[in-house]
């Protein structure tokens, strides 16, 4: 690619980042690059914990908010400790340029 138009990003609601914290990281990245002037698309996903009883429960935010993520230790069914299986990846998921 000659450029770099838009870099997809998705950022899980636990991975405790923002937004602006991983532009920051790529602005400095990509400087000198085909993706300096790219823009960022960020999509926030959710996330998935598991209890040792097989439970799942799925955690969504509309946006990352570190006040709310205090961490999550009970299953809302049996009341075990929860695992979190998804939702603290950042995940680079498309690129358009030409």
């Known amino acids: 690619m000659r450029r770099i138009d838009e870099v997809h990003v998705s950022i899980g609601c636990l991975a405790m980042v923002n937004a602006e914290q ?3 990281g790529f602005g400095m990245l990509a400087k000198g690059t085909a ?3 790219a ?5 926030l996903t959710s996330a998935r914990l598991r209890c040792p009883m097989g439970h799942e429960m799925e955690v969504k935010m509309e946006r990352i908010d570190f006040d709310r993520l205090l961490p999550i230790t009970k299953c809302c069914e049996c009341g075990f400790p929860s695992q979190i299986v998804e939702g603290r990846d950042i995940f680079l998921t498309k690129i358009v340029g030409e």
Do not use: C, M, S
């Open 39 to 43: 823009r960022l698309v960020f999509t």
């Open 22 to 24: 991983v532009g920051y």
């Open 35 to 37: 993706a300096e002037e």
